[in-house]
């Protein structure tokens, strides 16, 4: 171990060459094209209408001012739209780990007879979909578009994510499991009394899968959600920014919201509010993301 | 043959003569915890599914999908003829086709970029940044987008100060695709080298050393070594993205397509939203659009897994 480290080590300290130099002012280059779109936006959100207009380039505004948040939230849009996607987090998140955790845990157990056919009905729905026409009929036939519980219940389970989870769960040793079940452990006991608090990482790791996907969610409540004030978060965005735009050919069902009124500053204040969640996760998020990116699509 | 060797064998000999309803009730329990995601499948995933024979029926709304009577091909006869629907279903394949082409070198060039600089921290922070643009929607994404690349935005007025001329992204047919892939790009681009950099990262340092030995400059061990190694995953990554090429980027298309560009904008799923909550709503049509594209999209993408596993990676499903 020590020699690989060693050796590692040798590859990597050097003295910096030229070469070194004319990479890192490269890659500098590369980041401010990602940061200077969020500092203009951060700043023209914190800009008043004028100096915006004199000055749309602006990366700090000389005189900052707070307006575009305050018409923002008098507006109260966008209030509902936290508001409403707080709502299908709090009920979604932990339906969705119920969902995906009972059917990776009993799916991680020996065999029995189904279990291949049931594994093979969760695989299949990750090749073949029936669409949104049909789910948008199957939804309204047993009435729950106009309801939040329509974007929820078709975001609380992921093929992809059970089987994720399922994989861990079969790498747990299985004489705890065991041992519980010679004591007479039911296996709803064990899952939820020794399983679960053992699977802390995946757990982690499945609830910020779920917590992003609601998140940034938009599709479903675009097609299920017909009223203005049941529109999550980046349903709200999307009429405060996209369809404010002159963008009548892609304006969806919600007619009933007025299009017009919104200083550019308050879109910027919009984009920026709705970014800082995200924000404030992000260590976590990468982390987590990357290890089940890496563990669900290739190793080398 | 020693009892041990036999006992395996023996124990599954028993096992297999249990009747079935035996061995059910045993797992009772097991069954149990199947039932909640069981219900969601029915409902969510397999109705859905079932949902789609409306594409051989004439839908009747007060009849519903099971009740409605069916009449065989008909809706496919109408889909075809669709000049529309023609349109949609090439140019979802020309968007997605030139995109993958110039977009997927990005994130390799990237990673190698990366993998060479040697400074460890400023290496993670330059990931951080690169990646942080892929946890955001597009819808979020297209409220930057809009800010800097419209006519009065950040990058037309630095154009008209050095005397460029501007360029009209957002509201022109020619400019929709390369704005499409500049937008990919500086979203994606970071998050799509992390698999490179974990495929760079597992290469056995012992061949950089030697190749050091024998006098081999940096750019030398880049291609003679690390592009080598790491071609078997960036095969894999290539082919899976073939995989998507039906389905990819709607989200992205959808929230930026205006009245200006909704021609050239019509991609499939775009045109499956279209025709069934916009216009006049015949849902026994989207519902044949709809099976056509699933079908497509399932072709396509065990396809992709085959050949991705015949090139030695896991495929899509492991």
Redesign the interface.
Known sequence: MST?TA??H?????K?TF??YT??V??II??L??????I??IA?SFASQKEYADN??MLFPKHPTLDAYKALFNDGRILTGFWNTLKILVVGLPLSL???S??A???S?DK???KKI?FF???F??????????????MK??HLTSTLWSVI??G??SAFN??LMM?YFQGLPDSLMESARLDGA???RI?FSIVLPLAAPIMATITLFYG?AF?????DAM?FLRKADMLPL?NV??TI??ES??????A??VDALNKTGFS?GM??A??FV??VP??CF??L??KH??KG??TG???? | MKPAALGPDKKLRVRSATP?YK??W??R??????I???I??I??????????S?AFKHYKANE??WGSPWVGFENFKYVFRDPTFAQAVWRTLYINIIKLIITFPFPIL?AL??N?????K?KKL????????Q???W??V???????L?Y???LN??LQ?VGLPTINFLGSEKMFLPMLILTDV?KST?WGA??FL??IS?ID??Q??SA?IDGAS?MQQIFKITLPNILP?VT??FI?NVGGLMSAGF?QI??L???AT?NVSQVLDVY??RI??QSSTD?SF??AV??F??LV??VL??AADRVAKLMG??G???
């Open positions: 690989a050796k590692r040798k590859y990597r300290i050097g910096m070469l070194d990479l890192l490269v890659l590369l980041s094209m990602i940061l200077i779109p969020f203009n936006v023209i749309p380039m119920f969902l995906t009972t059917m845990y009993g799916l157990r029995f007879p189904g049931i009905l969760v695989l729905t990750m090749i073949f979909n029936g669409g949104i026409v049909p789910l948008y009929l199957v036939s047993i219940l078709v609380s389970f059970m089987i994989n039911g296996e709803w899952l992003v998140w940034n969610g938009w599709y097609i980046q965005l999307r920014i996209v735009s002159t963008n009548v050919s892609n969806s069902s550019t879109k910027m919009s984009v709705s970014m995200i924000m992000f260590p998020l990468q993301f990357a990116v890496l699509a290739i190793k080398t | 079935w061995e059910i045993k797992h329990m097991t069954y149990t915890l199947l909640p995601g069981l969601w499948l409902l969510f995933a397999y109705l859905p599914m079932g949902g789609l409306l519903g999908i990237l970029l990366l060479e600089l040697r400074m460890r400023t330059f990931q951080t940044v690169f990646t942080f643009p946890f955001l929607s819808i979020i297209s409220g930057i987008v809009i800010n800097v419209s009065d935005g950040l007025s630095t100060l500086w970071g992390i698999i974990a495929a597992g340092q012992d950089y050393e050091q940096r995953t894999v990554m899976l989200d959808f929230n397509a205006n009245a909704q499956i939203y069934t909550f849902f989207s519902t709809s099976l594209r699933s999209n399932m993408l065990l990676g896991d899509l499903f492991r």
